[in-house]
């Protein structure tokens, strides 16, 4: 017998998910890296601050949209334009959504070692008692977690 969920039960399995899809993503950027396929580990930094963001829609109740130039106007109008969210944040996701573009279908640009190193580490810091980590995932899931419309219960992701 298949259960039925409630609307609020989907939401949170579908934010969940958004989260584990955003930490695979940063696994894969971190992968792609390690073997030299920069334009695939630019690629997978995007994704992952998609999925990430689209987690964050979620929390304000509002339907996500998967075209990604939504998602950007979405960004930039309720995070940007308002202040909620720091400005280096917002654009640090412009950045990774116009460099996937170019990595993903550019026949001109391809990203180089230290372009892409630069880049991750916008994204990602390393501390002694961590491998590496998203920056941009731990930033955003703080600015979920103290957002009035969240209903996050403790201070772990999942």
Same mark, same amino acid.
């Given at each position: 017998?298949?259960?039925?969920?409630?609307?609020?039960?989907?939401?949170?399995?579908?934010?969940?998910?958004?989260?584990?899809?955003?930490?695979?993503?940063?696994?894969? #950027?971190?992968? $792609?890296?390690?073997?030299?396929?920069?334009?695939?580990? %630019? +690629?997978? @930094?995007?994704?992952?601050?998609?999925?990430?963001?689209?987690?964050?829609?979620?929390?304000?109740?509002?339907?996500?949209?998967?075209?990604?130039?939504?998602?950007?106007?979405?960004?930039?109008?309720?995070?940007?334009?308002?202040?909620?969210?720091?400005?280096?944040?917002?654009?640090?996701?412009?950045?990774?959504?116009?460099?996937?573009?170019? #990595?993903?279908? $550019?026949?001109?640009?391809?990203?180089?070692?230290?372009? %892409? +190193?630069? @880049?991750?580490?916008?994204?990602?810091?390393?501390?002694?008692?961590?491998?590496?980590?998203?920056?941009?995932?731990?930033?955003?899931?703080?600015?979920?977690?103290?957002?009035?419309?969240?209903?996050?219960?403790?201070?772990?992701?999942?």
């Amino acid at each position: 017998m298949m259960r039925t969920y409630a609307p609020s039960e989907i939401k949170s399995l579908t934010n969940q998910e958004k989260h584990r899809k955003g930490r695979t993503e940063i696994q894969t #950027a971190e992968l $792609s890296f390690g073997s030299e396929l920069y334009d695939s580990c %630019v +690629s997978a @930094l995007y994704y992952s601050a998609f999925q990430y963001v689209t987690a964050l829609i979620l929390t304000k109740g509002e339907n996500v949209s998967s075209k990604h130039t939504y998602v950007r106007g979405w960004v930039n109008k309720n995070l940007g334009a308002t202040g909620t969210m720091p400005l280096e944040l917002v654009k640090l996701y412009n950045r990774l959504m116009d460099h996937r573009s170019e #990595a993903d279908y $550019s026949v001109t640009v391809s990203f180089s070692k230290d372009k %892409v +190193s630069d @880049l991750m580490e916008q994204v990602r810091t390393s501390g002694p008692d961590t491998a590496a980590r998203a920056r941009f995932r731990n930033r955003f899931l703080d600015y979920i977690k103290t957002s009035p419309s969240c209903n996050c219960r403790s201070g772990k992701s999942r």
